[in-house]
């Protein structure tokens, strides 16, 4: 059902990452304040509602691609940004594990929230990929949701979530990683991290963000038998009552360099 990063979209919705008119959230202006972007070839990796190529733009890079799977996504990153800066922009439909970018090509690859709608087996290709495009000298910003604490109320929402889309497709919606994983993971492909930071702390999971995740429940559901179905359907509109809002967890940002520059 979901391909891979076609649950993106959802974690632009959380933590107050959600903006579609045409604002620049606060965690990825922060993500990308100590970044050179002007003047700069620019790579948003898992584009969702293109926050962060709305980011880069703003920053004065030269050239952005918006890479995303998902053709609904694609449609909101052109509309969102409009024609003013058109000139600018790429938005690319394509798998993140084979990109159409030629190699070496990209100055700077921020994936924002895109990690933790990851399933562990994806991380090392993407990550190879992305590698792939950027230039010999280039950066690369990870942004995304540390493990919630283990006493988290939205845990068990995240938990149904993973469920209902492991019975439909096998796969999970949701893998929280520690930054010291993704410090490996990048690692291993050549790059250096050079600051990590915090951007939420708490993270602000209001009920509309539950909601979202909610709805996500309700899609899996919609593709089983009503007995199956119904129940999960129900189980998440009662977490999500219950929850109501809550503030927990972090999401940090990580800034790597390429090792061989």
């Given at each position: 059902m979901a391909p891979p990063e076609g649950g993106e979209y959802l974690h632009k919705v959380t933590a107050n990452s959600m903006s579609v008119n045409g604002d620049v959230p606060e965690t990825v202006t922060a993500a990308l304040a100590d970044q050179r972007v002007e003047g700069r070839v620019c790579l948003e990796a898992g584009a969702g509602v293109g926050n962060t190529t709305a980011g880069l733009l703003a920053a004065g890079a030269k050239r952005v691609y918006a890479v995303t799977n998902d053709?609904?996504?694609a449609a909101t990153v052109r509309d969102r940004i409009g024609d003013r800066n058109a000139d600018r922009l790429a938005v690319i439909e394509a798998d993140l594990r084979a990109t159409p970018l030629a190699t070496d090509?990209?100055?700077l690859v921020?994936?924002?929230g895109l990690c933790n709608v990851l399933p562990p087996a994806e991380l090392a290709p993407i990550a190879a990929e992305l590698t792939r495009v950027a230039k010999p000298d280039g950066c690369l910003v990870v942004d995304d949701y540390a493990v919630p604490p283990a006493d988290a109320a939205v845990n068990r929402l995240f938990a149904l979530e993973n469920a209902a889309a492991r019975v439909?497709?096998?796969?999970p919606v949701l893998t929280f990683y520690p930054p010291a994983v993704l410090v490996a993971v990048f690692a291993a492909n050549g790059w250096s991290v050079e600051r990590r930071k915090t951007l939420l702390n708490p993270v602000p999971w209001t009920e509309a963000h539950l909601d979202a995740h909610a709805?996500?429940?309700r899609e899996y559901a919609a593709a089983l038998p009503d007995s199956l179905g119904e129940p999960l359907t129900a189980m998440a509109e009662d977490l999500v009552a219950a929850i109501g809002s809550e503030r927990t967890g972090t999401m940090y940002?990580?800034?790597?360099?390429?090792a061989d520059a």
């Amino acid at each position: 059902m979901a391909p891979p990063e076609g649950g993106e979209y959802l974690h632009k919705v959380t933590a107050n990452s959600m903006s579609v008119n045409g604002d620049v959230p606060e965690t990825v202006t922060a993500a990308l304040a100590d970044q050179r972007v002007e003047g700069r070839v620019c790579l948003e990796a898992g584009a969702g509602v293109g926050n962060t190529t709305a980011g880069l733009l703003a920053a004065g890079a030269k050239r952005v691609y918006a890479v995303t799977n998902d053709a609904d996504h694609a449609a909101t990153v052109r509309d969102r940004i409009g024609d003013r800066n058109a000139d600018r922009l790429a938005v690319i439909e394509a798998d993140l594990r084979a990109t159409p970018l030629a190699t070496d090509s990209v100055d700077l690859v921020a994936a924002h929230g895109l990690c933790n709608v990851l399933p562990p087996a994806e991380l090392a290709p993407i990550a190879a990929e992305l590698t792939r495009v950027a230039k010999p000298d280039g950066c690369l910003v990870v942004d995304d949701y540390a493990v919630p604490p283990a006493d988290a109320a939205v845990n068990r929402l995240f938990a149904l979530e993973n469920a209902a889309a492991r019975v439909v497709d096998g796969r999970p919606v949701l893998t929280f990683y520690p930054p010291a994983v993704l410090v490996a993971v990048f690692a291993a492909n050549g790059w250096s991290v050079e600051r990590r930071k915090t951007l939420l702390n708490p993270v602000p999971w209001t009920e509309a963000h539950l909601d979202a995740h909610a709805e996500v429940v309700r899609e899996y559901a919609a593709a089983l038998p009503d007995s199956l179905g119904e129940p999960l359907t129900a189980m998440a509109e009662d977490l999500v009552a219950a929850i109501g809002s809550e503030r927990t967890g972090t999401m940090y940002s990580l800034a790597f360099r390429r090792a061989d520059a």
